[in-house]
């Protein structure tokens, strides 16, 4: 795509958008005067939104219409070159690779210049104009994971980089038992992709609802080596509140392996995730 349709892409397709104030910084700016107030009425405004993180909000960031349906045939064709490739695969594959695979198939058909050009658009647009402020590890829409160094975790269908996050992962699990599960480890921009657009989906095209539960593709710390765990047994619900409840949350605070990536009052623009395992 030549500069001048991407920077047209980027003009289009979403309705209005907000930047928020520095949820913990905002106040050292504006020590005195109705300035404090104004910021201080943004923070609380902000707390509640990552609180009540499923839910829309004023001023939150839309696609519109028009753009809907690009949003919609994106994600059932990521969908079915994921049921082509399998689970595990399709969470390491490049966008290039993607591309390639639905080329080869007929049961996926290839992406169109369209849907090429909205993934595109959504892959470089800000983060922070939707509410996430968390930094980019994977900033290029094709990056690729070096799947030399990974290595599938058995029973899982999830893999981990070799090195600090499979050390990391065996040592909580060698500390807390049979009773820990990994629930999501290495996840590429295609894989990223799938999950944000499927939840932008049911919010209706609002990308600030999906990034409160989601870092858009790009942003996930999934991509260089995080990884969320669970308890046994558990279910969906280990990514819910009801983690906190666990055995297998009391024991990860207990050994000090309990290093979030996304707190309970984070600045990042993300619910709470107390299933998140931060990476170095």
Not at 151 to 167: A, D, F, Q, V
Request: charged share 20%.
């Amino acid at each position: 795509m030549n500069r001048r349709t991407f920077l047209s892409m980027v003009s289009l397709g979403f309705m209005y958008y907000v930047i928020p104030c520095d949820a913990y910084g905002a106040i050292k700016y504006h020590p005195n005067g109705s300035s404090h107030l104004v910021c201080d009425a943004h923070i609380k405004d902000y707390l509640f939104k990552i609180e009540h993180f499923d839910e829309p909000h004023e001023n939150d960031f839309f696609l519109d219409e028009k753009t809907l349906p690009l949003l919609y045939s994106s994600l059932k064709r990521l969908i079915r070159v994921e049921n082509t490739v399998g689970h595990g695969n399709f969470a390491l594959i490049s966008i290039d690779q993607a591309i390639k695979t639905a080329r080869i198939y007929s049961s996926i058909e290839p992406f169109p210049q369209r849907e090429l050009d909205f993934l595109e658009m959504i892959f470089y647009k800000d983060g922070t104009l939707y509410g996430f402020l968390g930094e980019k590890p994977l900033p290029g829409f094709t990056d690729s994971l070096n799947q030399n160094k990974t290595i599938k975790i058995t029973g899982t269908g999830n893999h981990l980089y070799k090195g600090l996050s499979i050390e990391t992962y065996l040592k909580i699990k060698q500390i807390i038992g049979d009773d820990i599960i990994l629930t999501s480890g290495l996840r590429s921009v295609t894989k990223q992709f799938m999950l944000f657009l499927n939840k932008a989906a049911q919010r209706k095209g609002n990308l600030s609802q999906a990034s409160r539960s989601l870092a858009p593709p790009g942003y996930s710390y999934h991509g260089v080596g995080d990884f969320d765990v669970g308890q046994t047994g558990y279910g969906l619900d280990n990514f819910t509140w009801r983690f906190t409840e666990s055995e297998v949350y009391k024991k990860l605070l207990d050994s000090g392996y309990a290093t979030l990536r996304y707190t309970r009052k984070n600045n990042l623009g993300v619910r709470f995730e107390p299933w998140h395992i931060k990476v170095g």
